[in-house]
């Protein structure tokens, strides 16, 4: 019971509370001691939001009243429908242990429901639907052939993607952990145990990191010069960075996310200089050769691993992000020694927060220019949009397990 009322915790706060489900974990799962239980609640909460938009046509078709979308009740049948129709919990067990979540409220109600469903053998779609404005969005800035990929990507969790520390020792690791390498210094695993027993995890030879979210730092290359990576945390950009050979500044607004580069740092035997700052407020003492910028975003292009941002990206979310990427854009431009890179980068599907900033960007900022990425710079099967820039979307790779969605443009400043 104590993992069904975090599991209920954890909807109430994405659903009503718009907050994102791993900062809500520690709060909703307070009750729980044993890690396991912790896991399961999160399992539970993130399944009924990948299926959300299912599970409650489901509910609809048993009720003659469509429940409020806020109604505990509903939040109890989602919690035991998913439990039985996607993660094997033997009905009896799904529908006895979510019960107790209306105490004093329509548990007739909830249970006839249930059992309604049960005996009509009642199943969910092997794609699920995406959210009504989610699909409205993503149709009209992509296409349909977009959002079904989409819908085909959020089934089941992706695979885990390493980062090697050492792009030359891909052949070895990879004999070590199995896998496929779709990159030099990628690693990818489609089955695999906890990521502290993978081979290679101890020595600090890799780090996880989806393959698009590795290719902003790609993209700057190798080099001996200074480098700073804004909004750096949890620090795969950095890392990737200072392997690379560049003198790394890692700058980040949570100090909390920070000790978490610190602990990646001293794993792998990295080195940065590391400083809990607002990136709106710090200046650094000199201009730097390179500045990679993966800022906050909507990060609806991770929806496949955090389903939650499907209910959380509101149209106001979108516009308020896309107002804080433009203010660190042109505070960050000063930062670029003249014939340097600046680096953009977000996790998110929408053009507001990708063309539409580098496109506003490089109007209002005469002295940068874009720098075309070229095709020996990506993995085989992702290709730079004609305007020089890149973009993932669902559907990309999606033979090989698919990626993110990322936006990224590589700038260079003039020597004037």
Known sequence: MPTRRAA???????????????????AAARDLKQVNDRALAHAIAAEVLRRLPDLDALIDSATARPLPDDAKARFALRIALVQALALGTPPHAAIATALPLVEGGPRKLVHGVFGTLMRRSAALPEVPALPAPVVARWRAAWGEEMVEAAARAIASPPPLDLTLKDAEATGTLLGRVGGISLFPGNIRLAEHGPVPQVAGYAEGAWWVQDLAASLPARLIGAGSGSAIDVCAAPGGKTMQLASAGWRVTAIDIAENRLGRLSDNLARTGLAAEVIATDALAWQPSTRADAVLLDAPCSATGIFRRHPDVLHRASPALIEDAGALQARLLDRIA??????????????SLEPAEGEAQIERFLAEHGEFSLEPIRADELPGGIAADPGGWLRTLPGVLGAEGGCDGFFVARLRRSLI
């Not at 109430?12 to 489900?21: E, F, S, T």
């Not at 930062?335 to 996790?347: D, E, N, R, S």
């Open 8 to 26: 209920l915790r954890l909807l109430d706060a994405v659903l009503r509370r718009g907050q994102a489900l791993e900062a809500a974990l520690d």
């Open 334 to 347: 000063s930062w670029v020694k003249p014939t340097g890179v600046l680096v953009y980068a977000v996790c």
